[in-house]
């Protein structure tokens, strides 16, 4: 009799753990979807204006440490020609993350003399807690733009931007 109780508590834990896994995988996909709409309405401040060869970014500018903190987190998209714009006091390698994003972006680490020095292509959410920060040189700016939207402006390490 006893051998038995205690083979019935062994399904019961392992049924327990099963069922916290499952409760978790369900909560983690409402909490960090990453569904990207076609049409983004989602409504952006506007800043200023980045300049890529002929292509117009409007940008919201994060210049605070809480805004910048925040980032694009929590939004549910960001449109083709929309961007956020890290504005720092001093160059240095600065470290990004996918705290609380909903869609993937492109990440533009740019110099004081506003060229790119690093391109981070379609960083999904899925990478947090993982942080990434530009390589080699120095940055004072980071752009944060839509998934690919960085190949469809070529931009590239030394590629000019204007703002």
């Known amino acids: ?79 083709q020609d929309v961007g956020m714009l890290f504005i720092f006091r001093i160059p240095g390698h600065y470290q990004f993350w996918m705290k609380d994003m909903r869609f993937p972006i492109d990440i533009v680490w740019i110099s004081p003399q506003h060229k790119a020095v690093d391109v981070l292509r379609d960083v999904k959410p899925s990478t947090y807690p993982y942080s990434f920060a530009n390589k080699g040189q120095t940055a004072q700016y980071v752009l944060e733009l839509a998934s690919n939207r960085t190949s469809t402006l070529g931009i590239n390490p030394g590629t000019l931007i204007n703002f």
């Open 1 to 79: 009799m006893h051998k038995k109780l205690k083979d019935n508590w062994r399904i019961v834990a392992a049924l327990a753990v099963i069922l916290v896994l499952i409760g978790f995988f369900f909560w983690r996909n409402a909490t960090h979807p990453t569904i990207v709409t076609a049409d983004c309405s989602t409504p952006y401040r506007y800043d200023s204006t980045v300049k890529v060869n002929s292509h117009t970014i409007k940008t919201e500018d994060a210049t605070t440490k809480a805004s910048r903190a925040i980032g694009l987190g929590n939004r549910a998209c960001i449109g």
